[in-house]
């Protein structure tokens, strides 16, 4: 079915070169038991590792990050941080100048913008979350640098470029560096660069994208203001919001609400800059969904709580796509799922879920960051982390140079390649897996522990100053049971929430093999009692296949946090040779447009094969799981300059014959139908 290229076999050929060899050679229990010896024992008394909660007159958050490196991958999990530790995000600065040893950044004549701080933002959690000399030495070179050359006057960053705009992702890898280390001199240098900050604003206002994103600048107050206390910070977080664009506002009266064109945001004018154009753009919006959550920390204002499901709704009911993404291409796109969504946008947004779900406590956030990080997240990769697109779209049935269908992109934007379009995303994507991994648990406002997410993991924290470590242990989300063994230091009491994603209904619960109440769905499961090392909780979440409604009446099948795609036979062509890796286009070499014969009432009873899970679970060649479903082709739906037109309006008819799908997770297909029409009358 899928042809085989000497294309494609060439490029299989580069990927084994390039890196996915030494994590095969690896076998999982060495790979465990490295984990296991990491840092902080497992014993004793100890407040390592613990969250620091918002000190007052903050507002108390329902749940607190853990410091860096008290969740650590286990599993398939590990193995992908691996796998971007072996491709380009562990390779980046060999390959590419923007981030290499000629870096402002590090002291160089080189780039001096957004590049080497949003490297640093990704690379630095990742080297830490599997304790990699080799990273961790990439990492320190620049943090060295901005730490032995902040100005007389607090300013950091190099001379050569005073944007306030790159500083806030550097802030944010600082802040992420001393929670890994505990390196004494960080919130030093980060007091004096927000009261030179809170002294030079008033004059050299926030402008352009620092403007559009001050709240990634707050959180890094709100993260300092919770270690020294100093009221200064919180005048300083008022004033950036006071600078910022207001996103609440913008939201309370959306009007955006189509697909934008460079001439309604006056693209062409003030360097692309203008208001209108960078409130409709992606990066910005996906950052955005957290400044509610953000600055209720500060206002205490319900109404800023609510903000975020304001800004949620509006981009699902004009925006929203099936792999948990809003289109942006790179403005606003619509619904129909030919349009893409940039990378930078992807990683941008799971942050922003993160840390907003942190705040509120909301579950439907948790819900939403999985169904990113398990299909669109790795749908926009090669399987080796090499490549990247800039835009993916979830009906991608060619990426070619093409300039059909972005709103404002060139016709790069859909090629897996080192920096497709622009180089943002090449810089910029470190950050997804590894913040994700940090963010699966967290400490509650109550003194308990937190399961945000899942995937395999073990925990090191402390709970009441008594050390306690969490081994998780599942397939999730190929398969639907996490198996947990609380091991506290010594018998204690604690509450522990689950988080039961509003499709798990159903959901059962057993701790020490004895079954507990039913959990609600869309909510946390709080259970408080003495834990007990070796105490074992079963979660069991029903993975039944199911239909989502979506553009044009389409439908896409999910299961758990799973989208399912068709996977068009893809022929693999090298475009050119980038350095230590490669751009490729991708060409159909099947039929594609197909439209499903199935129903609500039969989704359920769709054939389901699993296999095991492999290193590379989000490879189309180690798929964990596979669903077979009926459908028959539809000769009108075709695609123009290598683009699907938009979905027919379903129900749909068809005299083709009934062929019988394998449908596979979204992101294993790099060409793929995940919005089908319906066929009528089945
Ligand atoms: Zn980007």
Redesign the pocket.
Known sequence: MRTVSPASSSRRRFLKQAGATALASLPITTRTARALSADTPASGTSSANAAIPNRTPLAPNAFYTLPLGAVRPTGWLRSQLQIQANGLGGHLDETWADVGPNSAWLGGTGEAWERGPYFLDGLLPLAYLLDDPRLKAKARKFIEWTLTHQAPDGMIGPSSNNDWWPRMVMLKALAQYEEATGDPRVIPVLSRYFAYQLKNLPTRPLRDWGKFRWQDNVLVVIWLYNRTGDPSLLDLARLLHQQGFDWKADFADFKYTQRITREAIKLNEGGGLKDMALATHG?NNGQAIKSSPVWSVISKDESDRQGIHQMLSALDKYHGLPNGMFSCD?HFAGQNPSQGS????VVETMFSLEQSLAILGDASLGDRLERIAFNALPGTFTDDMWAHQ?NQEPNQVECSLHHKPWTTDGPESNLYGLEPN?G??TA?FHQAWPKFTASLWMASHDGGLVAAAYSPCEVRTSVGGTAVHILEETDYPFRGTVRLTVNPATPMNFPLRLRIPKWASGATIHINGKAQPGPSPADFARIERTWKHGDVVELAFPLQPKLMPGYMGSVSIERGPLVFSYPIGENWVKLQDRGMTADWQVFPSTSWNYALAVTDEDVGKLAVQERSVGPSPFSLKDTPVEIKVSARKLPKWRAVDGVADPVPQSPVTSDQAEEQLTLVPYAAAKLRITAFPQIQNI
């Open positions: 990066v790179e940039e990378l930078c946008t800039y622009f943002c995303c910029n």
